[in-house]
């Protein structure tokens, strides 16, 4: 049976996520949302997508929240909901109107993850979900002679019997409640809850869903990647953050910080936000990382299947001249890769000729969904600066189809004459090349 667009596209999609897959699995996921996924009824599609991670080997901690249901008993109960200083100030009553609603959202979530329907995505699904006594908490105490009582912070999190129940298939589910060592019961954020565990069970993703779809710059757009120091400028900024971004990206910088690979800001609003994030190259929201995800290095002969894979469609196109796998492995060291979270992205290679100081630039490929990032010009000049030092004063290329790409970059048409005569030898008269050269 023909292969269709949509049917290809599928195909394409399904070998492009492969990736993913085998690096996530045994991984350990933290996910964190607020108590209004419950209340807005849009736990039930959140409920496939974890059951679509559990079921590719990832080992997830839930954390959830229920700041909407504790407002919600306070005011059945006619009682004031008291802030000092962003945090909320948790007496006695206040704290029995919290356990009520956090167990009422703990209860209706665990419903949630049990439904096996037939004709769903959770048809068979057996998610058993744990909970217990994970978390041990302390008293936040006295801030500026206000006494905040019941309200506490993270002191401990059970790690061994945290990760005794994901070895079991389970899906750890964590409350904003912790137990001291006392008998005492304490309210904390969620924020606080996911990051410590996160950072106590080592795990892979942190993953925030919140009202906002990401971190923003000064002129409204979503920044998709965030290091830790940009991040930091960014809350030191004078611009104002939502206030979501206000509360999770600080948490996402002390994360990163602790060994936490990569924090996820993103919408819960989004359908599907959590899969399209983690299993796509562009995502959806911020990530926040300790460093850059770029690294620029020499090619090593490991990489050949990924420079052949890169180098392929192009060849197919006539736009690269076709390189077998003997010939690269000839001339590896010609090469540089562009990694983008350990996947290469992008490639090129470098042929100097040293007695007239000049060197060809060639094999210039960047991944297609990867070509507005900027990556393709990162490589030409990192090849510039390795061109000159190894003393050569100029640059050229062949190309039959990417000329104004180079003219736009300083590379100048010239003649086949100008090539260095070893080169000139091997001119192909029938692809009819053009050649663009830079002085350097």
């Given at each position: 049976?023909?292969?269709?667009?949509?049917?290809?596209?599928?195909?394409?999609?399904?070998?492009?996520?492969?990736?993913?897959?085998?690096?996530?699995?045994?991984?350990?996921?933290?996910?964190?949302?607020?108590?209004?996924?419950?209340?807005?009824?849009?736990?039930?599609?959140?409920?496939?997508?974890?059951?679509?991670?559990?079921?590719?080997?990832?080992?997830?901690?839930?954390?959830?929240?229920?700041?909407?249901?504790?407002?919600?008993?306070?005011?059945?109960?006619?009682?004031?909901?008291?802030?000092?200083?962003?945090?909320?100030?948790?007496?006695?009553?206040?704290?029995?109107?919290?356990?009520?609603?956090?167990?009422?959202?703990?209860?209706?979530?665990?419903?949630?993850?049990?439904?096996?329907?037939?004709?769903?995505?959770?048809?068979?699904?057996?998610?058993?979900?744990?909970?217990?006594?994970?978390?041990?908490?302390?008293?936040?105490?006295?801030?500026?002679?206000?006494?905040?009582?019941?309200?506490?912070?993270?002191?401990?999190?059970?790690?061994?019997?945290?990760?005794?129940?994901?070895?079991?298939?389970?899906?750890?589910?964590?409350?904003?409640?912790?137990?001291?060592?006392?008998?005492?019961?304490?309210?904390?954020?969620?924020?606080?809850?996911?990051?410590?565990?996160?950072?106590?069970?080592?795990?892979?993703?942190?993953?925030?869903?919140?009202?906002?779809?990401?971190?923003?710059?000064?002129?409204?757009?979503?920044?998709?990647?965030?290091?830790?120091?940009?991040?930091?400028?960014?809350?030191s900024a004078k611009h104002k953050l939502?206030?979501?971004?206000?509360?999770?990206?600080?948490?996402?910088?002390?994360?990163?910080?602790?060994?936490?690979?990569?924090?996820?800001?993103?919408?819960?609003?989004?359908?599907?936000?959590?899969?399209?994030?983690?299993?796509?190259?562009?995502?959806?929201?911020?990530?926040?990382?300790?460093?850059?995800?770029?690294?620029?290095?020499?090619?090593?002969?490991?990489?050949?299947?990924?420079?052949?894979?890169?180098?392929?469609?192009?060849?197919?196109?006539?736009?690269?001249?076709?390189?077998?796998?003997?010939?690269?492995?000839?001339?590896?060291?010609?090469?540089?890769?562009?990694?983008?979270?350990?996947?290469?992205?992008?490639?090129?290679?470098?042929?100097?000729?040293?007695?007239?100081?000049?060197?060809?630039?060639?094999?210039?490929?960047?991944?297609?969904?990867?070509?507005?990032?900027?990556?393709?010009?990162?490589?030409?000049?990192?090849?510039?600066?390795?061109?000159?030092?190894?003393?050569?004063?100029?640059?050229?290329?062949?190309?039959?189809?990417?000329?104004?790409?180079?003219?736009?970059?300083?590379?100048?048409?010239?003649?086949?004459?100008?090539?260095?005569?070893?080169?000139?030898?091997?001119?192909?008269y029938q692809r009819k090349s053009k050649?663009?050269?830079?002085?350097?």
């Open positions: 049976m023909p292969i269709t667009t949509t049917s290809a596209d599928f195909v394409a999609w399904f070998r492009s996520v492969a990736p993913y897959i085998n690096a996530f699995r045994t991984r350990t996921f933290v996910i964190a949302f607020g108590g209004e996924v419950v209340a807005d009824g849009k736990f039930v599609e959140l409920t496939h997508d974890f059951n679509l991670l559990a079921s590719l080997g990832i080992k997830l901690v839930l954390v959830h929240g229920a700041r909407p249901q504790i407002e919600q008993h306070l005011a059945k109960s006619n009682l004031g909901d008291t802030y000092h200083h962003g945090i909320r100030l948790t007496d006695a009553e206040t704290m029995q109107c919290v356990k009520e609603a956090v167990g009422r959202v703990r209860v209706e979530i665990e419903a949630l993850l049990s439904m096996g329907l037939p004709n769903s995505p959770m048809a068979n699904a057996d998610i058993r979900v744990a909970g217990g006594n994970f978390i041990t908490a302390q008293p936040i105490g006295v801030i500026n002679g206000i006494d905040l009582q019941h309200t506490g912070s993270v002191r401990k999190v059970d790690v061994a019997a945290i990760n005794d129940r994901l070895k079991f298939g389970e899906v750890v589910l964590l409350s904003p409640l912790g137990y001291s060592p006392t008998g005492e019961v304490f309210n904390l954020t969620l924020e606080d809850v996911a990051t410590a565990a996160a950072i106590a069970l080592d795990a892979d993703k942190l993953v925030f869903l919140m009202d906002t779809d990401g971190v923003h710059d000064k002129k409204g757009n979503l920044i998709k990647e965030l290091t830790v120091s940009q991040a930091q400028e960014v809350l939502t206030d979501d971004v206000a509360l999770y990206l600080p948490c996402a910088v002390r994360a990163s910080e602790a060994g936490v690979s990569r924090t996820h800001l993103i919408s819960r609003h989004n359908d599907g936000a959590v899969l399209q994030e983690l299993f796509s190259d562009d995502g959806i929201g911020t990530m926040v990382v300790e460093s850059t995800l770029n690294t620029l290095r020499d090619a090593t002969i490991e990489d050949i299947g990924g420079i052949l894979e890169l180098l392929r469609p192009l060849e197919d196109e006539g736009i690269l001249v076709r390189r077998n796998r003997e010939l690269l492995e000839q001339e590896i060291e010609r090469f540089v890769v562009l990694e983008h979270d350990h996947r290469i992205v992008g490639c090129a290679a470098l042929y100097p000729s040293p007695d007239e100081a000049a060197a060809e630039l060639a094999a210039l490929a960047v991944e297609k969904q990867n070509r507005d990032h900027g990556y393709g010009e990162a490589i030409l000049n990192h090849m510039i600066s390795v061109a000159k030092g190894q003393r050569m004063k100029k640059l050229f290329v062949l190309t039959t189809r990417t000329a104004h790409w180079f003219i736009e970059r300083g590379f100048v048409e010239s003649d086949i004459s100008t090539l260095p005569a070893h080169k000139k030898s091997l001119y192909n050649v663009f050269v830079r002085k350097i």
